[in-house]
């Protein structure tokens, strides 16, 4: 029989594992059927490996032909660049030289120009982040500062505290809430509003409606004008509409300590409102101010009433 080397090495392997060592003088048959089925399995092996091969075979081939087109096109560049070089240099005609040298010194200048931008702009991207990391420096020693003042109370801050929870038991029957904290952020804050009956410091929802945010806010400037009615602060205040929605009680105290507040005459007040928000008195009448304290009435019953007392347009 004429058997290929791997078809023979494939038989002797067989032989072998049939026949044993030969120390043990052990003989062994083989049948025609078991030889066809190990010569089938020596095919399959070969197809297999045969498609392996071409599958690998085929990969190499295309990255070798990417590898090709990429050196012609390179080819093609430097054919060109080596064109224009031997143009020059063969180019009898001096100042069409000269055109050909200027051209590439500009591109080079241009090159120049755009890289020293470049080395500008780096520059400046790290000054930038230079400055950033000295802001969070300063940042965090504010952060530190305002932690340590806000641990450490005032005499004005007492003061003021006093006040207004005096302001808001005269007007409103409860306690005040007012403190200052740092919040997640790091960022300044307070808390303003008023407490529940019997729990000092837990806020209550009776400051989330807008009538009494309104006359929580005006006692709150109150009391903040009369802690600095001496020193060098503001000394005037304006509020807008702030008996509208109070019951006529509370706008007969809030009144009343307005006027206390300004009798020194160290704070000025400004107060406006519409004559269906006036306070009235036991007998249900308007308790109406005095002209001294009108200084303007609005109506529109012509120009003098207007603001500006300027006609319509």
Not at 161 to 186: E, K, M, T
Request: glycine share 4%; charged share 35%.
């Amino acid at each position: 029989w004429l058997v290929s080397p791997c078809l023979s090495s494939f038989f002797k392997a067989e032989t072998n594992r049939f026949i044993g060592p030969l120390s043990r003088w052990q003989t062994t048959i083989n049948f025609p059927n078991q030889l066809k089925k190990k010569y089938d399995d020596l095919v399959d092996f070969n197809r297999r490996v045969t498609r392996e091969r071409g599958a690998a075979l085929r990969a190499r081939f295309k990255i070798l032909e990417q590898e090709e087109q990429a050196l012609l096109d390179r080819k093609v560049d430097l054919d060109r660049k080596r064109s224009l070089k031997l143009r020059t240099l063969r180019s009898t005609d001096t100042f069409e030289k000269f055109k050909i040298l200027q051209k590439d010194l500009s591109e080079q200048r241009a090159q120049l120009v755009y890289l020293e931008e470049q080395r500008k702009r780096v520059q400046q991207v790290a000054e930038v982040a230079r400055k950033m990391r000295e802001s969070e420096r300063d940042r965090g020693r504010v952060v530190d500062e305002i932690k340590a003042l806000v641990e450490a109370e005032t005499p004005i801050y007492r003061r003021f505290q006093s006040i207004f929870n005096s302001y808001c038991q005269r007007i409103l029957n409860h306690d005040a809430v007012f403190y200052f904290r740092v919040n997640s952020n790091n960022n300044f804050d307070y808390e303003i509003g008023l407490s529940l009956p019997g729990k000092t410091g837990v806020a209550s929802s009776l400051s989330d409606g807008t009538s009494y945010k309104k006359l929580i806010c005006a006692l709150f400037d109150l009391a903040l004008l009369k802690v600095y009615e001496n020193a060098p602060f503001f000394h005037f205040v304006y509020h807008d509409g702030v008996m509208e929605g109070l019951d006529n009680r509370k706008k007969r105290e809030l009144l009343a300590l307005i006027r206390e507040t300004i009798g020194d005459r160290n704070i000025q007040y400004i107060m406006t409102l519409i004559k269906s928000d006036l306070p009235r008195d036991d007998e249900d009448q308007a308790i109406e101010f005095s002209d001294e304290e009108i200084v303007l009435r609005l109506h529109d019953e012509g120009s003098e009433g207007r603001l500006f007392k300027m006609a319509e347009f």
